[in-house]
């Protein structure tokens, strides 16, 4: 960099960067711009304007080359990202193909990836609930992890907080075990939902099937009318973003709030090598990037640091930040940097039919795909053989049956004369995994990718407890739903690697102890107080709730923190 | 696209077709530019008329006037693996001779309820395919090993996924809606119009 001069460098100096733009870098740069801060937001990817860079969004099933289907060479050349329920003809060109950014699977690892301003907000499944005392509690309760170092408490005011602004559809429950949220009207469960929700209430204590909350405008709010979104339109069309705002985004709403204050600048194609430490300074000093499309090298200067790359990407970006104070990445002096890496287990469904309830069907699409079963394993006492829990899905619609047999006439005819099947029911389970010291991520010696960061490696994998608590959800599901009356039962195993969940966490963990974890309970490097981590890279343990309402929550009371701690010069 | 996606095409059936003709229009060759398979004029001309059979036209539009040909060829091009292709050609040659040697002219010139013999007699054994399949959960799920009824599976199943997600059907028989703007969990069964794809 000796052809940059000092004029140059000044240029390149912000008070804030956030490495990342999806679903929690997103609120960083709204929090620091509103807080009146300079601030870079780095995207390796393109931009993605919301409303002008969706090309499919109002486009009609018949309008699609090949009618939503992937074309064969795609998907040949794609494996893992192929498996992906969302990578579909209309949404294809919002994921990372394998090919362009290959990564080393020590062990299976469907890493799925949307490298673009949005990131994965743009695509993802839009389910937002709170975690409660149960959860943060739960690793010194139960041994499995390292002690969370702040309480439901701690975060319920930022929920409370980012919930009004991002607009989080659901019923207030009154679950201790999923705390009620500041809620739009909640999207109501159909006649068969409500029928189990009623069966399950009835045959056992602390179940519940309660409406799923998820993150669209059911009812908009003032708020939200000055985002410049307006109500869902019960589209369902969501992975190819939104041209109404309808459900939460970083491209419909943080990143254009906080472009509004004039005090972001957003940078796209802007791969970032690692966070530079200056070894006599004592902090960190900036970003070191590659220009995706120039190649050329960069360097960018600021007082303090959000990563948020996304759980895995901020975990390579750490660990390829070495210095000499950081010989194994930054802020690693306890070497738990990439390890105790989990994420959810989805691997487990059961669907079955009913027969009851005829004379209701549904009308239009309902956007929270139905109702949530709330983790009811080993909440008040551990009473299992396997730790910790799971949660599920649980929905139930009626479709059209189509006779399509034969040739000709009839055939036509038919075609055009389906008639309304019976209700089929469905549930899924999403597991919390056990973080393990031996799931790891680590960077390859030798392989570079193309923008000069080494390749990472990925060695995570189920283990017992994940069968154990699989077995139990097939177990009770198939039980809940023989004493609904449903009928024709089935479960199915998919067997599936880790990874498609897309819940990945951990490796840059929080906790009270600077010698088993990275982060302090403000999401800051306990090593290097400049640097902060509030993806799902700084997670603890994981829940069995969907993360992204937390990741919201963190990074807002992050930015709260630093802002502040940088008034009092403790950060400079 | 793979073999299952074709049974599950046959099987659920969702939604046409309309395709622009390439620009240059070698006589002999297809109509549209194809990228992995090599079709002839008569080969499409074939395919036209079993396309036509599947789905004729009645008082509504049938699968000529909808190109429906033309998609299915496009499918195979793009979504199926080479094996498939493979046989989906071998497959549609061995029909067109079978349709000669039987009825003593070409398929086209046959009456309708000739083709429909002969493709009814496809379908029928395409089903008992499927019925052992579903009987025989471990087995993988896979488009006959048959040419004549791999091609027949394919045709069918792209013929009728091109008609159900043809703009005409889409828009004239079965409508399906961009926007709802609606979400009615309670709706009763009796006040259900049929034509309107609700969920």
Not at chain 1, 370 to 384: A, D
Not at chain 1, 389 to 417: C, P, Q
Not at chain 1, 447 to 462: E, M, R
């Amino acid at each position: 960099m000796a052809n940059l001069n000092v004029d140059s460098a000044k240029q390149r100096t912000y008070d804030a960067i956030v490495i990342g733009s999806g679903m929690s870098g997103g609120w960083a740069a709204k929090e620091f711009t509103e807080k009146g801060l300079n601030t870079l937001m780095l995207e390796r990817g393109r931009d993605v304007k919301h409303n002008i860079n969706y090309p499919t969004t109002n486009m009609y099933p018949w309008e699609f080359e090949h009618r939503g289907e992937v074309p064969y060479d795609i998907q040949q050349a794609n494996p893992v990202i192929s498996r992906c329920y969302a990578f579909r003809e209309d949404a294809m060109h919002f994921f990372v193909k394998d090919t362009e950014h290959p990564y080393i699977q020590d062990k299976p690892f469907d890493w799925i990836r949307g490298y673009q301003v949005g990131g994965k907000s743009l695509m993802w499944a839009r389910q937002t609930q709170r975690w409660s005392d149960y959860d943060f509690e739960g690793p010194a309760r139960d041994g499995f992890a390292v002690d969370w170092p702040i309480r439901y408490k701690d975060i319920a005011p930022w929920y409370s907080y980012v919930e009004k602004f991002a607009g989080i559809s659901g019923n207030k429950d009154g679950l201790d075990n999923l705390p009620d949220g500041e809620f739009l009207p909640a999207f109501p469960l159909n006649s068969v939902e409500n029928y189990f929700s009623k069966v399950v209430s009835n045959n056992y204590a602390g179940r519940n099937v309660i409406s799923a909350r998820c993150a669209h405008l059911s009812v908009p709010q003032p708020i939200h009318i000055q985002q410049g979104r307006v109500q869902c339109q019960r589209r369902v069309l969501c992975q190819r973003g939104c041209p109404f705002g309808g459900y939460f985004s970083a491209n419909s709403t943080t990143i254009p709030w906080a472009l509004k204050t004039g005090k972001l600048t957003l940078r796209p194609y802007s791969v970032v090598q690692e966070v530079i430490y200056d070894d006599k300074k004592g902090k960190a000093t900036g970003v070191r990037i590659m220009d995706a499309q120039t190649k050329q090298v960069i360097e960018y200067y600021a007082k303090v640091i959000f990563v948020n790359a996304a759980a895995i990407n901020t975990n390579l970006v750490l660990l390829n930040s070495k210095s000499q104070r950081f010989p194994k990445g930054l802020g690693n002096d306890s070497g738990v940097l990439g390890k105790y890496v989990a994420f959810h287990n989805y691997s487990a469904r059961i669907s079955a039919e009913y027969d009851g309830e005829m004379e209701w069907t549904t009308d239009g699409r309902n956007p929270a795909g139905g109702g949530y079963i709330p983790r009811f394993r080993n909440v008040k006492k551990q009473e299992t053989g396997f730790l910790r829990g799971y949660a599920a899905g649980f929905s139930a619609h009626r479709g059209m049956d189509t006779n399509s047999s034969g040739v000709g006439k009839n055939l036509k005819e038919n075609l055009g004369h389906p008639t309304l099947s019976n209700w089929k029911v469905g549930s899924h389970m999403m597991g919390e995994t056990i973080p393990k010291e031996t799931n790891t991520l680590t960077l390859d010696t030798t392989k570079k990718d193309d923008w000069g960061v080494p390749l990472l490696k990925f060695n995570i994998a189920y283990d017992d407890n994940d069968a154990k608590m699989k077995q139990d959800y097939f177990e009770q599901m198939t039980e809940m739903f023989t004493k609904a009356g449903f009928k024709n039962i089935q479960t199915n195993d998919s067997k599936q690697a880790p990874g498609l969940d897309i819940h990945e966490m951990g490796g840059a963990r929080m906790g009270n102890d600077a010698k088993t974890s990275i982060l302090n309970k403000w999401n800051q490097m306990h090593a290097c107080n400049n640097v902060f981590v509030t993806d799902g890279a700084c997670m603890t343990s994981t829940s069995t709730q969907n993360p992204s309402l937390t990741y919201m929550a963190l990074t807002a009371r992050a930015v709260d923190y630093a802002v502040s701690e940088m008034k009092k010069g403790n950060i400079a | 696209m793979n073999r299952r996606t074709v049974i599950k095409n046959l099987a659920l059936v969702i939604g046409g077709a309309a395709l622009l003709p390439s620009c240059l229009h070698d006589s002999g060759k297809a109509s549209i530019a194809l990228k992995k398979i090599n079709v002839s004029a008569d080969q499409e001309k074939f395919l036209a008329d079993v396309a036509e059979t599947i789905i004729p036209k009645t008082d509504t539009s049938g699968a000529k006037d909808l190109n429906l040909h033309l998609f299915v060829l496009k499918m195979v091009d793009d979504c199926f693996s080479k094996k498939d292709q493979t046989a989906f050609m071998s497959g549609l040659d061995k029909l067109s001779k079978e349709a000669e040697n039987r009825f003593g002219k070409p398929f086209g010139q046959c009456s309708q309820s000739q083709r429909e013999s002969l493709l009814n007699e496809l379908d029928h054994k395409q089903a008992e395919f499927y019925k052992a399949q579903q009987a025989n959960k471990n087995a993988k799920k896979e488009v006959p090993a048959d040419d004549m009824l791999a091609f027949y599976a394919i045709t069918k199943g792209e013929t009728v996924f091109g008609y159900t997600n043809s703009k005409y059907f889409m828009t004239k028989q079965i409508v399906w809606e961009l926007v709802p703007g609606r979400y009615n969990a309670y709706f009763p069964v009796k006040n259900l119009k049929p034509n309107i794809k609700h969920g």
